[in-house]
């Protein structure tokens, strides 16, 4: 069975970067698609990026040109690169793995990111 763990959550100033980072546990390849989704308090959950085996990429229009979303196969791991972060960022972040688009079979538990103004 996959298992998906997030770290990196962190808080930051605006205009500021973190990484966050997805170790996949178990057989990763019944994973095709991976994303992470964030949801703020009292908003709906919602898938800021995804990245396909092949490795398209789709992002939410309020994150595009400030996050990268990038899977290392060989290190098992998935990352989102966030640059420029704005306050409207905070929230909980949550990595997800799935065999079809969008990805939900598999969530992680979440990490925190807050940013200050």
Same mark, same amino acid.
């Given at each position: 069975?996959?298992?998906?763990?997030?770290?990196? *959550?962190?808080?930051? %100033? =605006?205009? +500021?970067?973190? /990484?966050?980072?997805? @170790?996949?546990?178990? !057989?990763?390849? $019944?994973?095709?698609?991976? *994303?992470?989704?964030? %949801? =703020?308090? +009292?908003?709906? /959950?919602?898938?800021? @990026?995804?990245?396909? !085996?092949?490795? $398209?990429?789709?992002?939410?229009?309020?994150?595009?040109?400030?996050?990268?979303?990038? /899977?290392?196969?060989?290190?098992?791991?998935?990352?989102?690169?966030?640059?420029?972060?704005?306050?409207?960022?905070?929230?909980?972040?949550?990595?997800?793995?799935?065999?079809?688009?969008?990805?939900?079979?598999?969530?992680?538990?979440?990490?925190?990111?807050?940013?200050?103004?």
């Amino acid at each position: 069975q996959v298992q998906l763990v997030e770290s990196g *959550g962190d808080l930051v %100033q =605006a205009g +500021g970067s973190l /990484r966050l980072s997805c @170790a996949v546990s178990g !057989s990763d390849r $019944s994973i095709d698609v991976m *994303g992470w989704y964030r %949801q =703020a308090p +009292g908003k709906q /959950r919602e898938l800021v @990026a995804a990245v396909a !085996s092949g490795g $398209s990429t789709n992002y939410a229009d309020s994150v595009k040109g400030r996050f990268t979303i990038s /899977r290392d196969r060989s290190e098992n791991t998935a990352y989102l690169q966030m640059n420029s972060l704005k306050p409207e960022d905070t929230a909980v972040y949550y990595c997800t793995g799935g065999t079809s688009w969008p990805p939900r079979d598999t969530w992680g538990q979440g990490t925190q990111v807050t940013v200050s103004s």
